[in-house]
T-cell receptor
């Protein structure tokens, strides 16, 4: 089954404690992306990657890092999380017809 | 950065009522347009998309949208909503010259049985 998986699905952490949210896809898509979803703000793109070793900033990259060492994985790294990064995070890939496929989401709470 | 506006933040309808959700974008060049739906507790799913050609596009579950270039709009419609259409709806734009996607703030639709 074609899918995008994210782990963990739920995470509660404290300010300053580094964390990584993993994203993996089995569709062999080159493009992957991370979004955060906040009430009243919709989805905002954090980073995207056109292919392995190629990443670019989206609209809200501050406080986040990403890496793309292999096609199937695109982890999101928060080196020093802060409460304003409490949000719902979605990973997505892009198919050949420019359609995005979203993962199930990761709900992050930073205390 | 481009912007996508969804003017209806919350919509409440009775079953069988007609639906129209507005979406306007700011980019003046060539765009790809999308509507996504997010059912409670789920991830986003594509409803329909427009790249070129017939400005009236049909999607899944009886939804359709019309691209009006002169108005920079891509409004979503459904003639008769069902309780199962209760969800949040997002309009999104991808500018052809770039690789970024811009989403609207979403419209929460509640359909009352």
């Amino acid at each position: 089954e074609a899918q995008v998986t994210q782990n963990p699905r739920y995470l509660i952490t404290v300010t300053g404690k580094k964390l990584t949210v993993t994203c993996s896809q089995n569709m062999n898509h080159e493009y992957m992306s991370w979004y955060r979803q906040d009430p009243g703000l919709g989805l905002r793109q954090i980073y995207y990657s056109m292919n392995v070793e190629v990443t670019d900033k989206g609209d809200v990259p501050e406080g986040y890092k990403v890496s793309r060492k292999e096609k199937r994985n695109f982890p999101l790294i928060l080196e020093s999380p802060s409460p304003n990064q409490t949000s719902l995070y979605f990973c997505a890939t892009l198919g050949d017809l420019n359609e995005q496929f979203f993962g199930p989401g990761t709900r992050l709470t930073v205390l | 950065a481009q912007s996508v506006s969804q003017h209806n933040h919350h919509v409440i309808l009775s079953e069988a009522a007609s639906l129209e959700l507005g979406c306007n974008y700011s980019y003046g060049g060539t765009v790809n347009l999308f509507w996504y739906v997010q059912y409670p507790g789920q991830h986003l799913q594509l409803l329909l998309k427009y790249f070129s050609g017939d400005p009236l596009v049909k999607g899944i579950k009886g939804f359709e949208a019309e691209f009006i270039k002169s108005k920079f709009s891509f409004n979503l419609r459904k003639p008769s909503v069902q309780w199962s259409d209760t969800a949040e709806y997002f309009c999104a734009v991808n500018v052809n010259t770039g690789n970024q996607f811009y989403f609207g703030t979403g419209t929460s639709l509640t359909v009352i049985p």
